[in-house]
């Protein structure tokens, strides 16, 4: 499974299992945090991903950092819904029409806003095992969901105990 750590909305990091790829000249990363709802679909988040820039005396300038946007155009997000069934078809039948991106490229991204779509557990195991095996067997991706969530809460853990020391440190100081 492809799994890397990004900065949600919230500014925790999370494992997300995902896909990065480019259309028409854009960036865009579908991703999901291993969360099933009641009807077994995993909810997965999609974003267009651009360059971070700040305002600055001289205009607009790139920080050098990569973020995750909301696609609000309902054209553009019709052709990545088109993109999503490609992929689908892709890894069950083992081509590459679409141009996959190293997601290590994307580790620490940060998230500001998104759209999300579900997905049966059965595809979500062709995007990522393209295992025939895997898609008959939804147990065993139940525990990859029960892992990355289990890493995820760890993770809040270590960032609330992070903050509280820096509490601490701050009363300390001042």
Known sequence: MNNIEIIDIDGNKVKVSGIYY???????????????????????????????????????????????????DDNEYDMVKKDIATIINDKENNTEYVRYLELSMLNNLK???????????????????????????TNVQNNNYEELQKEN??????????????????????
């Open 22 to 72: 480019i259309s028409n000249n854009n960036y865009y990363f579908i991703y999901t945090k291993g969360e099933i709802d009641n009807d077994s679909h995993v909810i997965f988040y999609i974003v267009k991903i651009l360059q971070e820039v700040v305002n600055s005396a001289q205009g607009p300038a790139p920080t050098g950092y990569l973020i995750g946007l909301k696609i609000n």
């Open 111 to 137: 998230i500001k806003d998104y759209r999300t779509f579900k997905l049966g557990v059965e595809t979500y195991n062709k995007i990522f095992n393209n295992n025939d095996d895997a898609i008959n067997n």
């Open 153 to 174: 809460i760890a993770l809040k853990q270590q960032i609330d105990e992070l903050n509280k020391k820096i509490e601490l440190i701050k009363d300390i100081i001042n």
